[in-house]
């Protein structure tokens, strides 16, 4: 499937270095042309927001799953980079529509209504 790349999603370090997935992926939106992620964009937080302490994190548009359990539903989210390289490890798209079949019924249907339009 063009214009993705495809991550396995794990709860800490711990589960990642032993392999034990949450059962879901992260389908990161890339630029078929450059294989460069979209939506590279600096989010500068205010003074006193959750989150790391700095100026900005940068973000970068995917799906992901809406709930902490296997095969959850998806939704359109950001990712920071931080947050891809603690909790995430990248698959391939075979091993992912194993382990998360409702991820492609969601990335297929933007193809179908691509497809008849």
Not at 43 to 65: D, L
Not at 81 to 106: G, W
Request: hydrophobic fraction near 35%; aromatic fraction near 10%; proline fraction near 8%.
């Amino acid at each position: 499937m063009k214009g993705y790349r495809f991550y396995e999603e794990f709860d800490s370090s711990y589960k990642k270095r032993k392999r034990q997935g949450t059962g879901n992926v992260l389908a990161l939106d890339i630029d078929p042309e450059t294989g460069r992620p979209y939506g590279q964009a600096q989010m500068t937080w205010p003074n006193g927001c959750p989150g790391k302490p700095g100026p900005s994190v940068w973000v970068m548009e995917c799906a992901a799953a809406v709930l902490s359990e296997p095969n959850s539903p998806i939704a359109g989210t950001m990712v920071s980079r931080d947050v891809l390289s603690k909790n995430y490890r990248r698959i391939t798209e075979a091993q992912a529509r194993k382990i998360h079949p409702a991820m492609f019924a969601f990335l297929d249907s933007f193809a179908e209504e691509k497809a008849t339009q």
